[in-house]
Nanobody, 124 residues
Framework: QVRLVESGGGLVQAGGSLRLSCAAS????????MGWFRQAPGKEREFVAV????????YYADSVKGRFIISRDNAKNTMYLQMNRLKPEDTAIYYC?????????????????WGQGTQVTVSS
């Protein structure tokens, strides 16, 4: 059974940091791009960041660029999202996902595997 499991969410004050992890099991995703998405209450799920299969290419939403860093460790089949200088508007459920291909994309429908999500709450 293929699973993506997020961890590392929680409650943090504005300006603080959190590091999310996404551990994959059941198959390796070392040949797939992987990404982070988030969904705030009453809003649609939105793209946050994506990393290509090797980790050599990344892309971020404008809202997080310069504050968040996506990375991956293919030996551990794990992806990370370092979130710095958090803002209240970053509050959402954060989901990791694995793309069906190797290149980066922000299109949600391109992602075939999803985790269950982890809550991030940033207080003002």
């Amino acid at each position: 059974q293929v699973r993506l499991v997020e961890s590392g969410g929680g409650l943090v004050q504005a300006g603080g940091s959190l590091r999310l992890s996404c551990a994959a099991s059941g198959r390796t995703f070392s040949s797939n791009a992987m990404g982070w998405f988030r969904q705030a209450p009453g809003k649609e799920r939105e793209f946050v960041a994506v990393i290509n299969w090797s980790g050599g290419n990344t892309y971020y939403a404008d809202s997080v660029k310069g504050r968040f860093i996506i990375s991956r460790d293919n030996a551990k089949n794990t992806m990370y999202l370092q979130m710095n200088r958090l803002k209240p508007e970053d509050t959402a459920i954060y989901y990791c996902a694995a793309d069906r291909g190797a290149g980066i994309t922000t299109v949600i429908s391109s992602y075939g595997y999803w985790g269950q999500g982890t809550q991030v709450t940033v207080s003002s």
